[in-house]
């Protein structure tokens, strides 16, 4: 960005090793490519296969295993630069994050057997199995059962808004283990399985896609008694609650970058088209009024990525970042939808025309404000754990 405004200068491009390599790539999927897929409601899988191939979306696993080893800040940054790129990272994140519960938790035979196959791109990780339609952010309470029976478990329940599971050979599934009226904590007896998916569709398991607002290959995922050996347990039996949660903050920090990546997106488009744009005889971009809602959102885009650049070092120094990566995720989201709403009325009417990749990425953007964790519940936490206000759920 800065090279094409010389004042328009971000908050120090960190790791341009990453960033120039994920922007090559990019510029081979530009919009045009991403229209496409909306059209024929399908997935990019050349754009994740070149990713993979790379070794981007196998940036958090350590070498030792076949990965790149590298900081959840380097992953940022590549995560941060595809959205900026106008491209879609949430086709591919989960890929980097979501083995880092296997990573933690997993026994060594377990992490041996599927990390390098994951890093190689030979074994796609990518469903991540936790909201539930009935329980929904209340995520202690979900009702999918795993009973255990000699070697195996028995796993009956229901999963919503699973993305990519059609395009994933396993899922991180979390289920509960001990009913809930027998546990003290409401977070106790959820445990974590690593599923295969592939293997069993149609022999308990069954995935429907779900119609969005987006091309985010989400799905419904159903277990009608579907049998797996009890190895596929991580970790131990009722601590999977506990497991998931620093997965959580790093899921959540990623995709404070990915959101920061399209307030980008939005703020170089807006810029340009308010420097380019001539109506009643000067750059729209002269008016105040269309200047300085762009300039507003990038200040706010600037903060949002301060706070995301002191979560990740915390969670990279290995110390507690839960407050930190929760009010990263919340400021981006909403710094990028603020780009996102300059970048729309800055266009006027041409935000309309999908060429333009205005409304494609507006229509991406909202859903940070959602998922992984919605705003109020953030601000719950907030409240709660860093001011000491009681419980409001
Ligand atoms: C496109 C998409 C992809 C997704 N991908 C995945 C995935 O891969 N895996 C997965 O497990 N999940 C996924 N999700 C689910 C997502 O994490 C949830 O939608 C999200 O956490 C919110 O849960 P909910 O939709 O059940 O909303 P609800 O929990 O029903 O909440 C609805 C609204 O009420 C508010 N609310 C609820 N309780 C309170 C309270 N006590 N105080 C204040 N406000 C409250 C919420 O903030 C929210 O605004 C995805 C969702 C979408 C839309």
New binding site residues.
């Given amino acids: 960005m800065s090279e094409d405004h010389p004042t328009l200068v971000p908050i120090g491009e960190d790791f341009p090793e990453l960033r120039e390599p994920v922007r090559r790539i990019c510029a081979k999927y530009p919009g045009t490519y991403w229209q496409q897929l909306e059209d024929e409601q399908a997935y990019p899988t050349a754009f994740v296969e070149e990713l993979t191939t790379a070794g981007f979306l196998g940036a958090l696993i350590p070498e030792e295993y076949g990965g790149s080893g590298l900081s959840l800040r380097a992953a940022a940054v590549i995560l941060q630069e595809i959205n900026a790129s106008g491209c879609n990272a949430s086709q591919g994140h989960a890929q980097m994050y979501i083995m880092g519960t296997l990573l933690r938790h997993g026994s060594e035979e377990q992490k041996r057997k599927y990390l390098p196959e994951i890093a190689a791109g030979r074994i796609r990780l990518q469903a ?4 539930e339609p009935t329980t ?3 995520t202690t309470q979900l009702k999918t059962r795993a009973v255990r029976e000699g070697d195996e478990y028995v796993i009956n329940g229901q ?1 919503v ?3 990519r599971a059609m395009y994933s050979d396993m899922m991180l599934l979390l289920a509960r283990t001990q009913s809930a009226d027998q546990v003290k904590k409401r977070s106790d007896g959820l445990s974590v399985f690593l599923i295969d998916l592939k293997a069993n569709i149609g022999k308990g398991v069954d995935i429907r896609p779900i119609k ?1 607002m ?1 091309n ?1 290959n ?1 799905t419904e995922v159903f277990f009608d008694n579907l049998r797996v050996p009890a190895s596929t347990l991580i970790g131990e039996e009722g601590k999977g609650f506990r497991y998931i949660l620093d997965g959580m903050n790093a899921e959540r920090i990623l995709v404070a970058s990915e959101a920061i990546g399209d307030g980008k997106f939005f703020i170089k488009k807006a810029t340009d088209y308010a420097n380019s744009r001539v109506v009643f005889g000067r750059p729209i971009g002269q008016n105040q009024a269309v200047q300085f809602p762009i300039a507003r959102a990038w200040a706010e885009l600037e903060g949002a990525d301060m706070v995301c650049r002191r979560a990740a070092a915390l969670f990279d120094d290995g110390k507690e970042c839960g407050a930190d990566a929760n009010i990263a995720k919340l400021l981006a989201s909403e710094a990028a939808w603020k780009a996102g709403e300059a970048a729309m009325q800055t266009h006027g009417g041409f935000s309309y025309a999908r060429e333009y990749d205005i409304e494609r990425k507006w229509r991406d953007c909202r ?1 940070f404000q ?8 953030i601000l ?1 936490y907030v409240g709660q754990h860093v001011l000491g206000m009681p419980r ?2």
């Fill in positions: 991540f199995g936790v909201t929904g952010s209340d999963k808004w699973t993305s969005a987006i985010h989400t859903l959602i998922a992984p964790i919605s705003t109020n519940l719950a409001s759920y």
